[in-house]
């Protein structure tokens, strides 16, 4: 059910996490699955719901960088820096995990944590009192929710959606790993690789993640954030025959040339609005969509991931 996030939504979002249930809650980046970090139940509801491999572990988001050092052994000085510029924000920071605390999902070693950057998450996790492992709020391998009715589309058994919207970023947060010497980019996001190095300095980008081939990240798997249309990247889709595939089909392109979804030559905007073109192109009931691809550039590392993903088999 998608409730408005007044002070009943979020006393009613509360009762259900305490008691080891899960809520979707509206980010900055898209919409989370959570549950409270440290209840096996509940954690479990999470991965029984979406489907999820058991091996991908979760992202905990807390209110504070305080409540994130807790979840850490060792909380590193870039840590500090990296938390002090882009939290509350589109940035995830997997650190070594207090070994006093119990594994959260996959993670054994290591935990992924994040401050979001949405008022509606903030007074969850404030009234909660609980740090909530989130992944999306989608079936596992589809597209990321965006919209409250994303959510209830894609995972109708959630007790509860907070409706805050659509998420202002679109596109899931920037993965660092700061376990390594130099600091290591699991996922491109949102928060994109040149406001991060001006913190960090070097910054490690695997070839596996400049090309969006294999799986640094445990979650990189290579299908991934797919609709139900099969997704055919190519060059210029003017070259391409639209009745030598199967149709009906999209065409998702951005600025100038013609298409069903024309999205903008501005990659932070085209990311915004990727994940609902996608959704808007599924329930029109397209069997293909051919997708322009964007320029080999670092600002669009984020997007050509997703859509090489999408594109997958
Ligand atoms: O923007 C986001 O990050 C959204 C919102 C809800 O916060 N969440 C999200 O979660 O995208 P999810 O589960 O869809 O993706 C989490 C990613 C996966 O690639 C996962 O493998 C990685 O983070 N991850 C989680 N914990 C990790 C860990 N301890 N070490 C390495 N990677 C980790
Ligand atoms: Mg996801």
């Keep these: 059910m998608i409730v408005r996030p007044d002070a009943e939504g979020i006393r009613r979002a509360v009762e259900i996490l305490a008691a080891d249930s899960v809520v979707a809650f509206p980010t900055e980046t898209v919409y989370g699955l959570g549950a409270h970090a440290f209840s096996e139940k509940a954690v479990g509801e999470i991965y029984r719901l979406k489907n999820r491999p058991s091996w991908n572990p979760l992202i905990v988001h807390v209110a504070n960088v305080a409540a994130a050092r807790e979840l850490a052994e060792t909380w590193p000085a870039g840590a500090d820096e ?38 509606v998450a903030l007074r969850l ?36 959606v907070l409706d805050g919207g659509p998420s202002s970023w679109g596109i899931e947060s920037t993965v660092l790993d700061l376990t390594s010497a130099v600091p290591t980019l699991l996922r491109p996001g949102a928060l994109g ?15 596996a993640v400049a090309d969006g081939a294999a799986r640094p990240s445990p979650g990189m798997s290579r299908r991934h954030y797919a609709p139900r249309a099969t997704v055919i990247l190519c060059k210029d889709v003017t070259d391409v025959d639209p009745a030598s595939l199967a149709g009906p089909v999209g065409v998702l392109t951005y600025e100038g040339t013609s298409g069903t979804e024309i999205l903008s030559a501005d990659p932070r905007e085209y990311a915004a609005d990727l994940y609902a073109a996608l959704h808007r192109l599924d329930d029109a009931g397209v069997a293909t969509i051919l997708v322009q691809e964007p320029p080999q550039t670092e600002e669009w590392l984020a997007v050509r991931d997703r859509l090489s993903r999408a594109a997958a088999e």
């Design 82 to 119: 990296l938390a002090a510029r882009f939290w509350p924000g589109p940035l995830t920071l997997v650190v070594r995990r207090a070994r006093r605390l119990p594994g959260i999902g996959a993670a054994n070693d290591t935990v992924a944590v994040r401050v979001p950057a949405h008022e």
């Design 193 to 207: 690789l040149r406001e991060l190095r001006e913190v960090t300095g070097s910054l490690a980008l695997p070839d």
């Design 125 to 160: 996790l404030e009234a909660s009192g609980l740090p909530l492992a989130a992944p999306s709020a989608n079936r596992t391998e589809s597209i990321s929710p965006t919209t409250a009715e994303h959510v209830m589309r894609s995972l109708p058994d959630v007790p509860l």
